[in-house]
C-alpha cells in the first residue's frame, strides 16, 4: 500500500466559477461502401454553383478526418462548398446565442447534450424533419434519443464514446476493473482527475453517483458522491481540463490513470504508447456528438443535404475507424481491429450512464465550488 505522495507543483485546480457553458467536449480524433446509399441528396452540383454552408467541425486530428470523410465527397457530388469553423461546442454555443436565432454564424453544428439543452432553451435549434433525411432510420435509436427534448428530435448522432478508465500499461499491469478501482491506493499519486467543468469529469462524476444506482436529481445521492471522491483528495497528480492536457500528464508520468474516453485511449495506442482502456464492469458514461440546423440558418436545404452525407454508413465508417468512436448509423460493418476493440452498438448503449444535463447545468458552477474544496 503506497503512502499518499505529495501533489506535484502548480498542478492545482483553477478555483473558478465556470459558466455550465464552458463545458467543453474534447471528444477524440486523431474504409468502403457498406450497403448505405451513396449520400442521399446529392445533385451533382447541378443547380448548387456557388451555394455555400458553414459546418463546424473540433479542431485537430478530428477536424481533418471530418473534412476527409464528409466534406471532401459533399462538395465534390453536390458542387456546395462548404466552409469548415474548428473549435469547441462553447464558442460555437456562444455565436449562436449572440445571432439570437437570426442570421445563424453556422448552417450545421456540433454540439455535445450539455450544450443541446442550452441551445434548446434559448430557442437557438430547429427541431429536425427527420423524414427528410435519407438515412434516419438506420440511426441508432438510444443516441437519437438523447437529441430529443420534449419529443422533438433535434440531432443527428455522428459518433459515441464510452468514457472509462484510460492507464499507462507499462505500469499498471492488471488492468482496472471497475470505477471505484481509481481508488485504489497503489495509484495514490498517479490519479489525473478532470474538473467537473471538462466533460471528462462530469461524466466520471455521474459515474460515481449512478454506480448505486443514485441519480444526480437527488441530492443526497450527489452528497455521496462527493464523499467518495474524498477518497482522493491527496492522491491526485494532475487536473487536465482538456484532452491534450490528458495527455502529457500521461505521456511525461504524472499520471497512470485517468477517467476518459475509449476512442483516445485506442488512438493513443495506436501511435505506440503504452496506454489501455478498462470498460467498467457497472457500466461506462456515454460521451455523445450530434449535428444540428441552427435556427436563423439560410441554407437549411443545402444543410439537410450535408447531414444526409453525415449519417450516411459510408461515410461514418471510415470516420469512426479512424477515431476509435462508435457511429451513429447502425448498418455499419466495422474492420476487425475495430471490432476487437472497440464496445459499440444499440445493445451497448442502453448499458450506458448518460449525464443528467438537464439537472447538471444549473448546478455545475455550485458543483466545481464544492469539487476546488476537496482539491485546494
Known amino acids: 500500500m503506497r503512502a499518499a505522495l505529495p501533489r506535484p507543483r502548480g498542478r492545482r485546480p483553477l478555483l473558478v466559477l465556470a459558466s455550465a457553458a464552458t463545458v467543453l467536449a474534447a471528444v477524440a480524433g486523431c474504409g468502403v461502401d457498406t450497403g448505405g446509399s451513396s449520400g442521399g441528396s446529392g445533385d451533382g452540383g447541378s443547380g448548387s454553383k456557388g451555394e455555400q454552408i458553414t459546418v463546424t467541425a473540433f479542431a485537430g486530428p478530428w477536424g481533418e478526418l471530418f473534412k476527409k470523410s464528409f466534406v471532401a ?59 427528410d433525411l435519407s438515412h434516419w432510420k438506420q440511426l441508432d435509436p438510444v443516441l437519437t434519443q438523447q437529441s430529443t427534448v420534449e419529443g422533438a428530435s433535434y440531432g443527428v448522432p455522428l459518433t459515441t ?5 484510460l492507464y499507462r500499461t507499462d505500469k499498471i499491469k492488471q488492468a482496472p476493473r471497475d470505477w471505484t478501482d481509481i481508488f485504489d491506493k497503489k495509484y495514490c499519486g498517479h490519479v489525473a482527475l478532470p474538473p467537473l467543468t ?4 462530469l461524466e466520471f462524476f455521474s459515474a460515481l453517483v449512478s454506480q ?25 497528480s494532475a487536473f487536465p481540463a482538456d484532452a491534450g492536457s ?15 474516453w475509449d476512442g483516445r485511449a485506442f488512438a493513443m495506442a495506436k501511435e505506440g504508447q ?23 440558418s439560410a441554407h437549411t436545404e443545402a444543410a439537410y443535404k450535408f447531414l444526409d452525407y453525415l ?66
Open 73 to 131: 465527397p459533399f462538395e465534390k457530388d453536390t458542387g456546395i462548398k462548404v466552409n469548415l469553423v474548428y473549435g469547441a461546442d462553447s464558442a460555437w454555443l456562444t455565436k449562436l446565442r449572440a445571432a439570437g436565432g437570426k442570421n445563424a454564424p453556422f448552417d450545421v453544428v456540433a454540439l455535445t447534450p450539455g450544450s443541446l439543452h442550452q441551445a434548446v432553451g434559448g430557442g437557438l435549434l430547429q427541431p429536425l424533419k427527420t423524414g
Open 198 to 201: 471538462y466533460n471528462a469529469g
Open 161 to 165: 464514446g464510452s468514457n472509462g478508465l
Open 311 to 376: 449519417s450516411a454508413a459510408q461515410y461514418q465508417k471510415p470516420f469512426a475507424e479512424g477515431t476509435f468512436y462508435g457511429a451513429g448509423n447502425d448498418t455499419i460493418d466495422y474492420s476487425p481491429d475495430f471490432k476487437a476493440k472497440v464496445k459499440y452498438g444499440e445493445a451497448v448503449y442502453k448499458t450506458f450512464t448518460w449525464v443528467d444535463y438537464k439537472t447538471a447545468t444549473p448546478k455545475l458552477n455550485e458543483w466545481q465550488q464544492r469539487w476546488n474544496q476537496i482539491f485546494k
Open 212 to 236: 448505486d444506482g443514485g441519480k444526480l436529481s437527488d441530492p443526497a445521492d450527489v452528497d455521496k458522491a462527493f464523499k467518495k471522491l474524498e477518497g482522493l483528495k491527496d492522491c491526485v
Open 274 to 296: 503504452p496506454i489501455g482502456f478498462s470498460y467498467p464492469a457497472s457500466g461506462a458514461v456515454g460521451a455523445l456528438t450530434s449535428y444540428y440546423v441552427p435556427e436563423g
Open 246 to 260: 490528458v495527455s502529457t500528464v500521461l505521456q511525461n508520468g504524472d499520471a497512470w490513470i485517468v477517467p476518459f
